[in-house]
């Protein structure tokens, strides 16, 4: 194997892929190699995220509004209304990784099956070999608290 050649262990490889399931998914469930996904759209989310920003804490307040007055059929229609703005914002199709203030199932797998990602593989050109990749610790939800 690919492995004993270079004599790696398997996290110590990383295998870049640009489709989710035939390269990540496929690769995680066979080997221990760590895992790239390559979403050349994340330049395009990224732009249009921060275009957003306003729209974004708008989404937040009618949120959190709609949570303390849940039969409100007003906020309900805002709150589709600016949703709907926000994914206008990004494609046609909207968001490849939100929708509104929601991650999307995309990016849900994403998070879960690729170790890294990125809009393009050349992102990694400033790193040395040596670097180790870390992701941000997970605070974990306590009941009634958000």
Known sequence: TITSMLGAKGPDV????????????????????????????????????QKCSSLTEEINCLESALAKNPESQELKIKLSEAVTEINQRFSATGSLL??????????????IWADLYTD???????YNLEHMFTSRPTKLMRKGHK
């Not at 939100?98 to 998070?111: I, P, V």
């Open 98 to 111: 939100r929708s509104g203030n929601e991650m999307t199932y995309f990016a849900s797998q994403l998070l």
């Open 14 to 49: 990383i295998y870049a892929g640009d489709h989710l399931y035939g390269d990540v998914i496929k690769c995680r469930k066979h080997c221990d190699w760590r895992t790239l996904l390559i979403v050349p759209e994340l330049k395009h989310e990224e732009k249009a995220i």
């Open 120 to 126: 393009c593989v050349t992102s990694l050109a400033s």
